[in-house]
């Protein structure tokens, strides 16, 4: 039109942040102190690959003569990671439906959620040297401690996928007078089920990984045989306990997938 003259200032749709690239500056700074504060070089990477190379010829070839020895300690790993996950799995489905805070009121939800944090704060090394020191060395103390995070992971996952699930089942099974249990069982779980099948497969995999790992400060199972075995030098039998916890890994991840399949 006429008389209206076009402007020629246009906004710049790739306007740098500089509050953004600020933070990137800081990080990539505080990265690069850090790489030099904790002496992090080339030259040491290299010679620890040449240790690597080393300790790898002396694993090698893996010595299964002790083969007894290897399958207490696996049969023991094998014990606590379940007798530890069918036990933290039932007290995870209690805790979390007192969590859920669709369900219960705040003075339930609140010492329930803060029980829950409490079990996932440790990692579960730490757990163990506090159950060692309780309850002594063995596979109490290792249950214990996978107990515990089990209940850290499961009830949370749980409380969040019971907070999820649509209301309107849930009404409508009170409209119908039902108790508390009923609720829970007719409304609620059929709308979380395979869900709780999923952590709890989940936790199972992951109780048998670390049900190796706890050992090594005195909790039973395989750890304490890959620990002694590392204090003696002997190195193929750790190469032979390390390819039995890939096997009992492997084992695992097919028992959850055969789990997944019957519940799906």
Known sequence: MAGITPSTHRDNPFKRNWFVTGLWALLITYLLYSVQAMGLNWTRFSEGLGHAGQLFERMFPP????????????????????????????LSLFLGLFAARNLMPNWVT???????????????????????????????????????????????????????ISLKQVEAIRATGAGFVSLILFSVMPQVFSRFIGF????????????????????????????????????????????????????GEFLSNIVRRIFR
């Not at 007894?68 to 039932?90: F, H, K």
């Not at 609140?110 to 060395?137: D, E, N, Q, W, Y």
């Not at 706890?214 to 190469?239: E, H, K, M, N, P």
């Open 200 to 251: 709890s497969t989940y936790q199972l995999d992951s109780n048998l990984r670390n049900s190796t790992m706890v050992g090594i400060v005195g909790a039973g199972g395989l750890g304490g045989t890959l620990f002694s075995a590392f204090q003696r030098f002997d190195y193929d039998f750790v190469a032979a306990i390390l390819i039995t916890i890939i096997a009992l890994i492997m084992f």
């Open 63 to 90: 010595n299964f003569a002790r083969w007894e020895l290897l399958l207490s300690g696996l049969a023991e790993s094998l014990e606590i990671a379940i007798i530890a996950s069918v036990t933290g799995i039932i």
């Open 110 to 164: 609140v010492p329930m959620r803060g029980l829950i944090a409490l079990c996932r704060t440790f990692h579960p090394v730490i757990i163990a040297i506090l159950f060692v020191k309780s309850v002594g060395f063995g596979a109490l103390a290792g249950i214990l401690t996978l107990v515990v995070a089990s209940i850290g992971f499961i009830a949370k996952l749980f409380a969040e996928a019971i907070e999820e």
